[in-house]
Nanobody
Framework: QVQLVESGGGLVLPGGSLRLSCAAS????????MGWYRQAPGKERELVAA???????NYADSVKGRFTISRDNAQNTVYLQSNSLKPEDTAVYYC???????????????WGQGTQVTVSS
């Protein structure tokens, strides 16, 4: 079994910052891409940022220059540093990881349970 556990969401004032964390655990052989997605009420889930095992990153245009994704391969953990937050960043943020489980060859997608980020005055 593999689990992704997120933490760090909450309520923040516009212009504030939050740091989200997501730790993967279980029978993991290797993790390829890790990423953060978000889903606001009435909207589709969208990619916020992703990072490969080797550190290459990709960001949604709406968060470039404000959010930074990073990862610790030894700890199977991915982070999202979110600065200059805006009300439109309000959403449930989900962690995603592409994982090869021990004893297998296949790559599978895993998701965290989601953490609420609310930006409001």
């Amino acid at each position: 079994q593999v689990q992704l556990v997120e933490s760090g969401g909450g309520l923040v004032l516009p212009g504030g910052s939050l740091r989200l964390s997501c730790a993967a655990s279980g029978s993991i052989f290797t993790i390829h891409v890790m990423g953060w997605y978000r889903q606001a009420p009435g909207k589709e889930r969208e990619l916020v940022a992703a990072i490969t095992r080797y550190g290459s990153t990709n960001y949604a245009d709406s968060v470039k220059g404000r959010f930074t994704i990073s990862r610790d391969n030894a700890q199977n953990t991915v982070y999202l540093q979110s600065n200059s937050l805006k009300p439109e960043d309000t959403a449930v943020y989900y962690c995603n990881a592409q994982i090869v489980r021990q004893g297998t060859l296949g790559l599978s997608d895993y998701w965290g349970q989601g953490t609420q980020v609310t930006v409001s005055s």
